[in-house]
């Protein structure tokens, strides 16, 4: 049980205290009334001693008394109405609510933390009220009047006859058959004569000769005279008086005798009939309203067979309710005690003293002793009631019949002078007096007597205080026994069915366990006292019992709230809401959160609907909502209930407040992270060969890799825009914003441009739910950015209330009429906005109307029978224990409880709120928030070791003036195309706005798939060649005489957009005049060509432009666009270089030539439908190198490959020479074509140089090659290396162009295409196909300490050997005359044809420096073949004159060397033996290398 302010002691002696009963005349009535207060009222403050008090017992053994308190109270004629009691006590419950600001009680048992009122002072007001509107029986004296006060005035004509007078009234009350009521303790009442005087009316002289009269008469100890009212009236306001009578008569007191005390004595000729009529004014008797439950009709009290049931009510009509409380409300808003002074109050303490100590207690004492005495005498047994109780419990002990040996036989009647009576008469006095000894002496012996006679009960009464009096002794000497509150218990309630007694001692015994810690005995006996009769006491009972269940050693916190639930219940159904809302409220915090759902529910609703009774719509709104917002198991039907009386309490507070901002809806839940935000129109869609950009929407979804892709494309032109370097200020431009982005700055819209928001709705229910006039709630302010702060006068506006009439005209809000959401699902919506001028948006939230779909399981507002029975299950769970302990079937609801009035809601989930219908399709407006949490930070350290969010802006953009807005189409643009593949398309550019656009460029990552075409017209322009077969290319007929020699041409690289020191990413689109004007459209070429490598290709566009006006929030907006080409394989081609071995002495010929070998293979699968490709054209483009011829020309015009073809040939390539070398100077790049078919394609133009220089750039981006300077001194190791490796170096890019025939639909079609390959160095192969770099294997990881420093890497002996190429120039065949003499002088000789037998033949060795400095060479002519082979084979001859040459070379020089050759006999010689060392200049520390020569000098001698 709660805590309470009195101990169980103070709270049982309280309870049982004398009573004194008080006749006043109508003088001292009125001298009291001054004070707005009776006599009894005056003085009920000051009736507790504040001494100890001595009395004797029989035996003469001095007892004291301690904290002794008396009850005075005026007469009452007849016993109060059953019905007033029980509306007295209802309305004393209602009265007492827990105080506002109260500390709870924090209890904390295993996982619960639980905030419990600490105090019930609702029970214990309820507890005082029972005692007190108990009604006094003949079974027990404990509530009989021991005395009486006779209260005279001094202004009375005659005190001492009105003395007189109202003593005879007492005693005619006592002794007359007219009256059952009260109840006098002996036949001889204790009077007690007193006289007031008033001080401030009154002759105080003759106030003491009455009172000298008085005591003459009635003795000095029956009398006394109390002077009071001696305050000033006019000094009385500045005077603080204490008030001590506001604790006792704020209380609704059964007892209260301001309205009848002039009418409760009647005069001496007064018949019944009058003192009757004295009842109606005693403020008691309320007639019976429709808000009091009438149940107890069923369940009367019986106390003897002259108190019958249902005979309590007076046979004559109460007073009206409203007289009594208005007379209520007058007296205690009156201040009282006005006319008293401290003095007086001491007075009236002082008057109590001494009627207790002179009159009350001596009377007691005596009256002890009389009745020991008769006891004594009729017994015939010793002198002293002790011997005789010890000799009765010494002796032979009649075992004693248990409650269930009884039979239930009619109440038994003992005259008033049996001697069981007076034994309980002595022992309810001895308790009166705290005498507990000698009172349970008594009880136990009048016990025995009882049930011997089987006088249930007064055996009964005699085992309630007998326990209780073994409980107050003093010293602990007895164990209590808790047997005997038990049998009292169950006598009262099941054998006398008198539940009143039952409930008083159930509350003893539940107090007397409560302070021995018996907690759980304590609850079983609250428990078992609750039944249907009354559903006040069983809910307070139940409560009592759960506060035992909390405060137990090992709390059981689930038997707590269980029993919490109980008790809410039936407060529920004793309209006590308040109450009932407590109880559930406190249980919640139990089942809050623990899974019990279901348990939830019910509290949660019950919650919402007491709350909703009492006027408390938000507590009730937020109950209702935790049912609707958790994870409910219920069924879809009752979800349903639960939704429509959750949309009738939201009705109801937005009826109660409809100026008031929108009330928070919670459902449907909302993914706040999840809403995406799109800016912009959505793209028309694609008609017929018209394809659209794909842009950006919000049926895609985000990819975080491609948008970094996107990011880095935009970063590059807008380096570009700003001159290299990406602007400080730059913000990416974000189309959709969603969780994922960067949403930290806020966002820019443009004017006229809408905002699209998708809000992810989710039904938690199993029902659908219906959102109609859904659209966005926004707040705008006012602002022209073109201003400054300063000068920009801001106005804010919403459309919450749509009251503004600027709202429609700023900002155009799209309203979706309905929008359902079945059970569970999850759902998104797509709500925009259109601004219509510049400012700041706030996207706030969505406003809607929540209603219900009406679902055919439902008729006429009542629900189906499922629902019912679990409401029904739910709420019947408080008779669980009813049935346990024997308690009749529970009563039909509309027999045993009727609701009152104001009741609104039933108890039953889905019943009916008003006038028994719900309605169906309850329509409520209110919002929802769109509160988005921003990215964790994570940046700092104090972010690091902290909890802390950014801000997320992508709800608040910034509206900003009108900028150009481009759309794209691209017409016949292709979805497979074959590897190198040229088709031509064309995109058309639409600025749909009303501004302007230039400065449009695209970025793409493949720079080498499309083209716009050259920046000069002239090369641009298809032939008409071209144009009649359907080419890409520009074409031009050629003679077929001139096919195998190279056709050249020279362009700059500049002219195609390269070579301008842009990313080769970014490239200008040719608009007419650089301005695409508004609502205007141009269609442009635009050549693809198909990547090398097959598969599927996602190629990234992105177009750039800008507004032609300066604007302040965007300075570009972009449009992206993704495209899926997928590629099939064609031709794959192999190119090697190798120096010729040509080599002219005329240094005006090509000293420099290459010979290239193209291995051209058919690798088609014919997946395309391709039958075979002809190869038509090669064509080279170099810088520095042309190829000049095909050496092994075909047959036919064109190489033609089939499927899993190959094809061979061969092309000699020369160094460009003057002019062409002057142009080489200026970035001009020279285009040689060769061609194989019967139309040259101009590959200097577009579409073929376009290609050709972005696969070229592209290359030199992927592999940059540092260029090397040579400056004065002598060059580093590094430099050396890198300038032999040039030597051997050959920038020669050859273009394969080819046709495919291709059948697709039975149509033959012919498709065209260029294919790449890049020679970098002699004798190093290069293919058309991308190289797949082979994965290498995993090894372990090995650590090396080098020893020494690495040296810079120097030339390898290979490459040293290729400095110098080297060529023989002699004739072939040589006749000589060896068999002739030698003649100087002859001709011959002089030839160089010996006569005899030597031959001399001159032969020029031609020397060329392949570097670009200058070489130091030794030409070494000693050298000769020394095996027998090569003398076999080749012979033997001598070079004559110089045997060595010192010679040095400029870079690209050539020099002729002239030898003489000595033959001394016909054969055949190789001139290739001299030897030839190169050095570079300046390289004293490197020692010379020899050259290699390529192929043998071949000479053949024949003798004539």
């Not at 001590?244 to 002039?262: A, F, G, K, V």
């Not at 326990?467 to 006398?496: N, W």
């Not at 959102?771 to 920009?792: A, I, V």
């Not at 100087?1384 to 031609?1406: D, M, Y």
């Amino acid at each position: 049980m709660a805590q309470c302010v009195q101990s169980v002691q103070e709270f049982i002696q309280d309870t049982f205290v004398p009573m004194v009963a008080v006749l006043c005349s109508e003088a001292a009535d009125s001298s009291t009334r001054k004070n707005n207060l009776s006599f009894a009222e005056l003085v009920r403050p000051f009736c507790r001693l504040t001494s100890e008090v001595h009395m004797r017992d029989p035996n003469n053994q001095s007892h004291v008394i301690k904290n002794l308190r008396i009850s005075v109270t005026g007469i009452v004629t007849q016993p109060p109405q059953q019905t007033a009691i029980r509306k007295l006590l209802s309305e004393v419950v209602s009265a007492s609510q827990p105080a506002e600001g109260l500390v709870a009680n924090v209890i904390t048992a295993g996982d619960y933390d639980l905030n419990i009122s600490a105090t019930t002072p609702w029970f214990e007001a309820y507890r005082e009220c029972f005692f007190q509107s108990m009604s006094p029986s003949d079974h027990e004296f404990l509530h009989h009047y021991l005395a009486c006060m006779l209260v005279a005035s001094s202004r009375d004509p005659d005190p001492v006859d009105q003395f007189l007078k109202l003593s005879q009234e007492q005693h005619r009350i006592q002794h007359s058959s007219d009256y059952s009521y009260p109840k006098w303790f002996i036949p001889n009442t204790l009077k007690y004569y007193v006289l007031l005087h008033d001080v401030s009316d009154g002759e105080e002289q003759r106030a003491e000769s009455v009172y000298e009269e008085m005591k003459q008469r009635y003795g000095t100890q029956g009398c006394y005279l109390l002077k009071f009212n001696s305050r000033i009236p006019s000094s009385g306001a500045d005077e603080q008086i204490p008030d001590p009578w506001s604790q006792y008569l704020n209380r609704n007191n059964l007892q209260n005798q301001e309205t009848c005390e002039d009418d409760l004595v009647p005069p001496l000729n007064k018949n019944k009939e009058n003192s009757t009529n004295a009842l109606e004014l005693d403020g008691l008797d309320h007639p019976i309203n429709d808000g009091i439950p009438n149940n107890f009709k069923s369940h009367p009290f019986e106390e003897d067979d002259l108190v019958q049931s249902g005979e309590l009510d007076g046979p004559h009509p109460p007073k009206s309710v409203e007289i009594m409380n208005d007379s209520v409300k007058q007296n205690s808003s009156s201040a009282r005690g006005l006319s008293l002074t401290l003095t007086d109050h001491d007075r009236i303490r002082q008057f109590i003293q001494e009627f207790t100590f002179r009159g009350l207690l001596p009377h007691i004492e005596k009256t002890i002793r009389q009745l020991n005495d008769q006891l004594v005498s009729r017994k015939g047994l010793s002198r002293s009631l002790f011997t005789a109780t010890k000799k009765w419990f010494s002796g032979s002990k009649v075992p004693e019949k248990t409650i269930n040996e009884l039979k239930n036989a009619s109440s038994l009647l003992y005259p008033p002078e049996a001697p069981e009576l007076q034994i309980r008469k002595m022992a309810d006095l001895c308790f009166l007096v705290q005498h507990y000894d000698l009172a349970y002496n008594c009880y136990h012996t009048a016990k025995k007597d009882f049930l011997n006679d089987q006088a249930m009960l007064y055996a009964a009464g005699a085992l309630e205080m007998a326990a209780a009096s073994v409980f107050l002794q003093p010293g602990a000497q007895r164990q209590y026994p808790t047997h005997y509150m038990e049998t009292a218990i169950q006598t009262y309630k099941d054998l006398c069915k008198n539940l009143m007694l039952a409930e008083r001692c159930t509350l003893l015994s539940a107090e007397i366990l409560k302070s021995q810690a018996k907690y759980s005995e304590a609850a079983t006996l609250l428990i078992r006292m609750t039944s249907e009769d009354s559903d006040l006491r069983s809910a307070l009972l139940l409560e009592q019992a759960a506060h035992c269940f909390i405060n137990m050693r090992s709390p059981m916190v689930r038997k707590f709230a269980f029993h919490m639930i109980l008790a809410g219940h039936r407060f529920g159904k004793a309209d006590q809401r308040k109450h009932a809302l407590r109880c559930y409220s406190q249980a919640m915090q139990v089942y809050k959160g623990k899974g019990w759902n279901l348990a939830e529910d019910h509290i949660n609703f019950t919650i919402g609907r007491q709350s909703f009774t009492l006027r408390q719509l938000d507590n009730a709104v937020s109950a209702f909502r935790h049912i609707l917002i958790n994870d409910s198991k219920q069924t879809a039907a009752q979800q349903e209930a639960f939704l429509r009386e959750y949309l009738y309490v939201y009705k109801s507070v937005n009826q109660s407040s409809p100026d008031g901002p929108l009330p928070q809806l919670p459902l449907p839940c909302i993914n706040s992270s999840a809403t995406r935000v799109f800016f912009g129109h959505d793209r028309r869609p694609s008609e017929g060969e018209k394809q659209a950009a794909t842009h950006v929407s919000l049926d895609q979804e985000y990819e975080r890799e491609a948008s970094q892709q996107w990011k880095e494309l935009e970063e590059q032109v807008a380096a570009v825009v700003n001159k290299g370097t990406v602007p400080l200020n730059f913000q990416l431009t974000q189309y959709c914003l969603n969780s994922q982005t960067d949403n930290l700055r806020f966002p820019v819209a443009v004017v006229e441009e809408p905002v699209t928001v998708e809000v992810a709705f989710k039904n938690p229910l199993k029902v659908p739910l219906l959102l109609k006039d859904l659209s966005l709630l926004w707040k705008f302010n006012f602002r022209d950015f073109n201003k400054s702060l300063e000068g920009d006068t801001r106005d804010s506006i919403s459309n919450e209330k749509d009251v503004h009439p600027k709202a429609s005209h700023s900002i155009g809000t799209e309203v979706i009429s309905e929008f359902q959401i079945n059970g569970e699902e999850t759902k998104v919506a797509r709500l925009k906005l259109l601004p219509h001028q510049t400012g700041e948006l706030h996207i706030l939230g969505v406003v809607y109307n929540l209603s219900t779909v009406q679902s055919a399981s439902t008729q006429d507002g009542l629900d189906s029978s499922p629902v019912m029975q679990v409401a029904g299950s739910c709420l019947n769970a408080s008779n669980l224990y009813s049935g346990k302990s024997g308690s009749k079937p529970q009563i039909p609801h509309n027999q045993r409880h009727q609701p009152s009035s104001s009741d609104q809601l039933e108890y039953f989930h889905g019943l009916s709120w008003t006038e028994g219908k719900t309605p169906h399709g309850l329509s409520v407006r209110g919002r929802q928030y769109l509160e988005i949490q921003g990215l964790r930070l994570n940046n700092t350290k104090e972010e690091k070791t902290s909890v802390k969010y950014g801000s997320d802006r992508r709800l608040d953009p910034i509206i900003t003036e009108a900028m150009p807005l481009l759309e794209v189409f691209f017409i016949n643009f292709p979805t497979g195309l074959l590897c190198g593949e040229i088709r031509k398309t064309y995109v058309e550019f639409v600025n749909v706005s009303r501004c302007p656009l230039t400065g449009l460029k695209v970025v793409c990552k493949d720079p080498d798939f499309f083209s716009f075409g050259s920046k000069t017209a002239v090369l641009t322009p298809l032939s008409p060649t071209a144009s009649e077969n359907c080419s890409a290319y520009k074409t031009v007929v050629t003679d077929c005489a001139c096919m195998s020699s190279a056709l050249t041409s020279s362009v700059s690289p500049a002219d195609f957009g390269m070579g301008t020191g842009n990313p080769l990413w970014v490239t200008y689109v040719p608009l007419p005049d650089s301005v695409l004007l508004p609502e205007a459209s141009v269609q442009l070429p635009m050549w693809l060509r198909g990547p090398d490598e097959e598969g599927v290709h996602e190629i990234n566009f992105l177009f750039y432009y800008e507004s032609t006006k300066p604007h302040s929030k965007l300075s570009h907006r972009v449009l992206r666009h993704t495209a899926i080409i997928c590629t099939s394989r064609s031709l794959s081609v192999k190119a090697t270089a190798c120096r010729s071995n040509v080599l002219e002495a005329d240094e005006q010929s090509d000293s420099d030539n290459l010979l290239v070998f193209l291995d051209v293979a058919n690798i088609n699968t014919s997946e395309a439908g391709v039958r075979e490709f002809h190869i038509i054209q090669v064509s080279s483009g170099s810088e520095h190198w042309r190829l000049q011829k095909c050496i092994n020309p075909a047959e036919d015009k064109d190489a033609k490959l089939s499927s899993r073809e190959r094809a061979k040939l061969c092309f000699r390539a020369t160094r460009c020479q003057n002019p062409e070398a002057t142009l080489c100077t200026e970035r001009k790049y020279i285009f040689a074509d060769i061609v194989l078919g019967s139309e040259q394609i101009i590959s200097a133009t577009t579409p073929c140089a376009d290609f050709f220089f972005q696969n070229c750039y592209a290359a030199r981006s992927r592999k940059t090659i540092p260029q090397t300077t040579m400056g004065p001194g002598r060059p580093k190791t590094g430099d050396v290396t890198k300038l032999v490796q040039r030597c051997s170096e050959v920038d020669l890019n050859i273009i394969v162009l080819w046709k495919a025939y291709v059948v697709e639909d039975n149509k033959q079609l012919i498709l065209e295409g260029q294919l790449h390959v890049a020679l970098e160095s002699i004798g190093k192969e290069a293919c058309s196909l991308p190289q797949v770099q082979e994965t290498q294997e995993m090894v372990l990881l090995k650590f090396t300490r080098p020893e020494q420093p690495q040296l810079p890497a120097r030339p390898s002996m290979e490459q040293l050997s290729h400095l110098i190429k080297i060529s023989f120039h002699y004739p072939e065949y040589y006749d000589h005359p060896f068999h002739q003499k030698s003649c100087e002088n002859h001709p011959l000789h002089q030839a160089g044809r010996g006569e005899g037998s030597l031959c001399f033949v001159p032969v020029t060795l031609v020397l060329f420096n392949c570097c670009q400095i200058e070489v130091d060479i030794i030409i070494d002519l000693r050298h000769k073949a020394t095996s027998p082979e090569m003398l076999e084979v080749h012979g033997s001859f001598t070079w004559l004159g110089q045997t060595q040459y010192k010679i040095q070379l400029k870079g690209q020089e050539v020099y002729s060397v002239p030898l003489k050759a000595c033959f001394v006999h016909a054969g055949v010689y190789n001139l290739g033996t001299p030897r030839v060392f190169a050095k570079l200049a300046d390289q004293s520390v490197q020692c010379e290398t020899s050259q290699q020569n390529s192929t043998p000098a071949l000479i053949i001698i024949n003798s004539i």
